[in-house]
């Protein structure tokens, strides 16, 4: 017999069906039993009256792989408003040693540390389940708008010979067949060559930061969303079209995951038709008045500032995102357009949101002598860029381009207190398994 998914149940009133799934519950009540199977799509509730059938329940445990056969009735307080009356039950996979967590439960009601050491089984909860069927929607959006963007899907190498800064620093190094290289920190490089072929171009795709940190906002491993666009008029262009892209992911999650945010108790953000613009020299000099924080000058955010000026504009300019523009040359990469204005401010932004910076963009130097102006400027080994560097002597266009977080942005969307909670298997300075 052909399987059913538990979110079909309900198409099938009055007729014998399979289910297939692990056992997500199981009560037995003498003559009578309870369960419900789970299965990629959800919950079904199953009754097995007195006979063979629920005799094969006893010594049975959640989490045991199972067909169950029988007929669908209509009970409106069953999820998806009906149930299955059992006539067989097929064992596919049992459980051979007790469950250590109990997965049955609305919240896991586990520590951190309890919640990754056993994550292959951790997962299987429908709350932490949810979690990955936002972010890959989230991805899927991403992908989906840049491709109606007319952007070209790129995959560039993740084994690199030098950094985009200093050739090594904060990157992870290892042996390469008698060569030293590293672990990519960023495709920004690939990108923009590759603007020179396809103008517009993007990649989902791990990178790797070697930061010795610890924190609830980062990770050593971690998923990038990636674009570059050539031909651009202004730098803003890149800000005009991560406005749209926000406004299409937010319209995909409330479309396909509202049952996956109620699940977690999440809200989904109100995107305005135009995000806030603030240099920030006015952020800092928001926080030292609305705060009386005193960072003006500062060459970046801290944290708390993150944190503070998106309270400010969720509650003065009605936002929850804020783009914070014009951080000084010293804190941007080298590739990162002076502004003609003001040569010692950039043409670059980050996105900030509920608290924390999820994108940072900008506009990139296109002429060949520019990148060899900052390079010597920063002590820089050209030689070390010299494949890199070939693309700007035949002719490039305008261009710029940005980088989401993607654990980031689906722990913010989430409400999650720690960004390795939006990671499947997340990797930081203490933690290589699962």
Not at 290 to 306: A, V
Request: charged residues 25%; negative net charge; hydrophobic residues 40%.
């Amino acid at each position: 017999m052909k399987r059913v998914y538990t979110s079909d149940i309900a198409k099938h009133i009055g007729e014998t069906i399979t289910l297939s799934g692990w056992v997500h519950k199981l009560r037995k009540l003498g003559a009578i039993s309870f369960l419900v199977i789970r299965d990629k799509n959800g919950l079904a509730q199953a009754i097995a009256d007195a006979g063979d059938e629920n005799d094969k329940l006893t010594g049975l445990t959640t989490e045991t792989v199972a067909n169950i056969t029988g007929k669908v009735v209509a009970e409106e307080r069953a999820p998806f408003g009906a149930e299955l009356h059992i006539e067989k039950i097929e064992i596919i996979s049992p459980v051979t040693e007790d469950v250590p967590i109990s997965l049955n439960k609305k919240e896991l009601n586990v520590n951190l540390d309890t919640l990754l050491d056993n994550r292959p089984l951790t997962l299987r909860a429908p709350a932490q389940r949810a979690i990955f069927k936002v972010q890959g929607v989230i991805i899927s959006a991403f992908r989906e708008f840049v491709m109606n963007e007319d952007f070209t899907e790129i995959n560039t190498p993740k084994i690199v010979e030098a950094g985009l800064e200093t050739g090594g620093a904060e990157m992870f190094e290892f042996k390469y067949f008698g060569k030293k290289a590293f672990l990519s920190q960023s495709p920004q490089m690939y990108k923009q060559i590759m603007v020179g072929v396809f103008e517009r171009v993007f990649e989902t795709a791990f990178i790797y930061r070697a930061e010795k940190h610890s924190t609830s906002r980062h990770i050593n491993e971690y998923l990038s969303l990636d674009l570059e666009m050539g031909f651009i008029d202004s730098w803003t262009d890149i800000m005009d079209l991560e406005e749209k892209m926000m406004a299409y992911i937010i319209n995909k999650l409330e479309t396909e995951c509202q049952e996956e945010f109620i699940l977690l108790g999440a809200t989904l953000p109100k995107i305005p038709k135009a995000i806030p613009r603030l240099k920030l020299s006015e952020v800092q000099t928001i926080l030292e008045k609305e705060y009386k924080e005193k960072c003006l000058g500062e060459p970046d955010l801290e944290p708390i500032h993150e944190r503070q000026i998106c309270e400010y504009a969720a509650k003065n300019l009605g936002s929850e995102f804020v783009f914070v523009t014009h951080y000084p040359a010293s804190k941007r990469p080298f590739y990162t357009h002076n502004d003609p204005k003001s040569p010692k401010e950039t043409l670059s932004f980050d996105l900030l949101f509920r608290g924390v910076e999820i994108t940072t963009g900008g506009q990139r130097f296109h002429l060949y002598q520019d990148y060899i102006d900052t390079m010597k400027a920063r002590k820089m080994n050209i030689e070390d860029f010299s494949d890199y560097l070939t693309v700007f002597k035949y002719g490039m266009p305008t261009h710029g381009g940005l980088a989401i977080g993607c654990e980031r942005i689906t722990a913010k969307m989430l409400g999650l207190d720690n960004v390795k909670e939006a990671s499947l298997f997340p990797r930081d300075i203490n933690r290589l398994r699962p």
